[in-house]
């Protein structure tokens, strides 16, 4: 077995002194798609802007991240940017706000392949003009010279992929991607992502709060909850039985687009304020199956027979054997 | 069978933009010739991408936006102009509820001063009732009486919108128009705004127009659901059915696009693709240039929005009226 790509171990971020991150334990090995879900609030995003040291100066981050074996933490700025766009790039939310609006989008991919590349003149235009047609831009040659804004929102976003994919990175992190497209152009976009990693080799982190979406595109997901991991494992079994009881009620809130029109099963109250965490499992106050012990001593990330990775101390029974996973979409369309 | 509470004929909304300072103003349609009708009661949906003219459509439902072309009539009596003193006076049986709570919100006022305005507003209780009604509005929508002297800032997204959707009620509306209402919030925040929204419904019978692009919470929560494309109304039907069995070829797109956890990418009918510019829009069918079964007809007529099967319309030349037989 190959050695893993990025390798965090007890990460810790907090922010004036309230930790926002207690400890993530994670792996990404070479080619593998690995999905991060949670809500809002739960650390996905800063488990890899710590990471990869974009957090600002106010955060203090500890505990070890190695790329290939080498620790990144408390490295120079500039053995930073050799990882950073090289190694590892990373997409936002908001394509349009990452690009530069003075600057043409032709230039700007120019730009990280002669940073990330050291190409330069025709050679860069050329390799430029394969990636734009890589991520599915129309008549590349024709909008080389454009400026972000004559660009819609989906196309932005392949701007984005395309300046990410400059640097021929071994992984790519993609935060909330497709989260501010339309519904059409959504599926566009997973569908690029598979596409990519199929045509590249190169591994995926997709970060994002859809659980559907993450299902697309993920071969492993994690879920996070209030800093820490709750519930890690196999896409297809995690997704058939989701024993933590926050991974449960995630599912349970989501609308079905079929099926009966039932009334929703939401998770009651609110994720806690990092400030005032609950003592024990930080799930423990919204927790149906909480029991008295949940409120003294955090649960740890323990792994099953099966490999999955747990933090509950009751969780959802496994169901018996032969039972039909709980919402494959039946072929009744 | 009773008057609807609400009915658009052919609305019409054109915006006027132009690039440059001094070029020539082009026309965006917005809305293009839209009619509706909502009974007391009714949830219709509205969905459809950005762009499609939903929002603005349920502003001109609400008389907020004139419309050029076209008439809105309320509770059976056309819409009275925006400003004026009976259009104020019909804004107490019609209610809007945004996206985005932080701005619909005053940041300096405590949230059930806020709730109690729209009563002062339309003097519909005394100050010493006020207090009381507040106080129901509040525990209707879910939030506990020690909250009430908080400011917006110190509660949470999902908060913030209950106390937004208690504002909207406390003129006790007929009609509520909510636009993106859970869309900024969290997957199990917004199935406790959708459950808390549907029970108002059983409870108080009020209609709701229900703008957003989330198919799944639409299909939750409305009755019967109209896709919008570019302006135009493309497909309508009760939400079942339209899940279940779209007709449109975009409507059989937008509900396969639809991510559902656990399945992977496959079997997806992926557009090829992006809206066009609603100030550029194609002839003919809006919806021709991604469309797969697009014909000549379709480059050349725009196709109107007909009955396909019952209770169900579809503008489309490609799809053809369901054999009554069918219809069981």
């Given at each position: 077995m190959r050695s893993n790509l990025v390798e965090l171990c007890d990460l810790k971020v907090a922010f004036d002194g309230t930790t926002v991150l207690h400890g993530i334990d994670l792996d990404v090995a070479p080619g593998e798609a690995l999905g991060l879900v949670g809500e809002s609030g739960c650390g996905k995003s800063v488990t890899w802007l710590a990471a990869l040291g974009l957090l600002p100066g106010k955060a203090t981050v500890t505990g070890s991240v190695k790329v290939e074996g080498r620790e990144m933490l408390g490295q120079p700025r500039a053995a930073l940017e050799g990882i950073r766009g090289g190694k590892i790039a990373m997409i936002f939310q908001d394509p349009s706000s990452s690009l530069n609006p003075v600057l043409r989008v032709g230039r700007q991919i120019v730009e990280a392949l002669s940073i990330h590349r050291g190409l330069g003149g025709a050679a860069a235009r050329t390799e430029a003009l394969r990636l734009l047609d890589m991520v599915g831009i129309p008549d590349a040659r024709g909008r080389f010279d454009l400026?972000?804004?004559?660009?819609?929102?989906?196309?932005?976003?392949?701007?984005?992929?395309?300046?990410?994919?400059?640097?021929?990175?071994?992984?790519?992190?993609?935060?909330?991607?497709?989260?501010?497209?339309?519904?059409?152009?959504?599926?566009?976009?997973?569908?690029?992502?598979?596409?990519?990693?199929?045509?590249?080799?190169?591994?995926?982190?997709?970060?994002?709060?859809?659980?559907?979406?993450?299902?697309?595109v993920c071969d492993r997901v994690c879920v996070m909850y209030s800093g820490r991991i709750v519930e890690a494992g196999g896409i297809d079994e995690l997704f058939a039985h989701p024993r933590h009881p926050y991974t449960r009620g995630l599912f349970d809130a989501i609308p079905q687009i079929d099926?009966?029109?039932?009334?929703?099963?939401?998770?009651?109250?609110?994720?806690?304020?990092?400030?005032?965490?609950?003592?024990?499992?930080?799930?423990?106050?919204?927790?149906?199956?909480?029991?008295?012990?949940?409120?003294?001593?955090?649960?740890?990330?323990?792994?099953?027979?099966?490999?999955?990775?747990?933090?509950?101390?009751?969780?959802?029974?496994?169901?018996?054997?032969?039972?039909?996973?709980?919402?494959?979409?039946?072929?009744?369309? | 069978m009773s008057a609807p509470l609400i009915e658009a004929s052919d609305l019409v909304r054109i915006y006027h933009s132009r690039k440059r300072l001094f070029s020539k103003a082009t026309d965006t349609r917005a809305v293009d010739g839209v009619s509706l009708k909502v009974m007391p009661g009714e949830t219709l949906g509205i969905v459809g991408e950005s762009g499609s003219g939903k929002s603005t459509l349920g502003r001109m439902l609400l008389g907020i936006d004139p419309a050029q072309a076209g008439e809105v009539r309320f509770d059976g009596k056309p819409m009275p102009r925006l400003g004026t003193a009976e259009w104020r006076a019909l804004r107490a049986r019609m209610q809007l509820v945004y996206q985005d709570p932080l701005a619909a919100l005053d940041k300096r006022l405590p949230i059930a001063s806020?709730?109690?305005?729209?009563?002062?507003?339309?003097?519909?209780?005394?100050?010493?009732?006020?207090?009381?009604?507040?106080?129901?509005?509040?525990?209707?929508?879910?939030?506990?009486?020690?909250?009430?002297?908080?400011?917006?800032?110190?509660?949470?997204?999902?908060?913030?919108?209950?106390?937004?959707?208690?504002?909207?009620?406390?003129?006790?509306?007929?009609?509520?128009?909510?636009?993106?209402?859970?869309?900024?919030?969290?997957?199990?925040?917004?199935?406790?705004?959708?459950?808390?929204?549907?029970?108002?419904?059983?409870?108080?019978?009020?209609?709701?127009?229900?703008i957003s692009h989330d198919l799944k919470v639409v299909r939750n929560i409305a009755d019967r659901v109209a896709v919008m494309y570019l302006g135009h109304i493309v497909e309508e039907a009760t939400s079942n059915v339209l899940f279940r069995a779209p007709r449109h070829p975009y409507t059989k797109a937008l509900v396969s696009s639809v991510p559902v956890s656990g399945q992977r990418l496959k079997d997806r009918t992926i557009l090829q693709g992006e809206p066009p510019n609603p100030a550029d829009r194609p002839s003919g069918c809006p919806f021709h240039p991604r469309c797969p079964l697009a014909a000549a007809v379709c480059r050349a007529e725009t196709p109107p929005l007909r009955w396909v099967g019952p209770n169900r319309s579809a503008a489309c030349h490609m799809v053809s009226p369901e054999p009554t037989s069918v219809a069981a």
């Open positions: 400026f972000p804004h004559e660009f819609s929102g989906g196309q932005c976003q392949r701007l984005m992929i395309a300046m990410a994919l400059a640097g021929q990175p071994d992984l790519l992190i993609a935060d909330e991607p497709t989260t501010a497209l339309d519904a059409t152009i959504q599926a566009q976009i997973l569908d690029l992502l598979a596409d990519i990693r199929a045509e590249t080799g190169m591994a995926t982190v997709f970060i994002s709060h859809d659980l559907g979406a993450v299902s697309q099926g009966p029109r039932s009334r929703l099963i939401p998770i009651p109250g609110t994720v806690p304020n990092p400030k005032a965490m609950p003592t024990g499992c930080a799930f423990s106050p919204r927790c149906s199956r909480a029991m008295d012990a949940c409120g003294s001593g955090v649960p740890e990330l323990t792994a099953d027979t099966n490999g999955r990775l747990l933090a509950c101390r009751n969780p959802v029974p496994v169901p018996q054997q032969g039972r039909k996973p709980a919402r494959v979409l039946e072929a009744a369309l | 806020q709730i109690g305005e729209p009563l002062e507003i339309h003097k519909l209780a005394g100050s010493a009732e006020r207090e009381t009604c507040v106080a129901e509005l509040m525990a209707a929508v879910g939030l506990r009486p020690d909250q009430a002297e908080r400011f917006p800032h110190e509660l949470s997204g999902g908060q913030r919108q209950r106390a937004v959707i208690a504002r909207a009620l406390a003129s006790r509306p007929q009609l509520l128009v909510c636009d993106e209402p859970v869309a900024a919030l969290d997957v199990s925040i917004q199935a406790q705004v959708v459950n808390m929204l549907r029970d108002l419904q059983e409870e108080s019978g009020i209609a709701m127009i229900f």
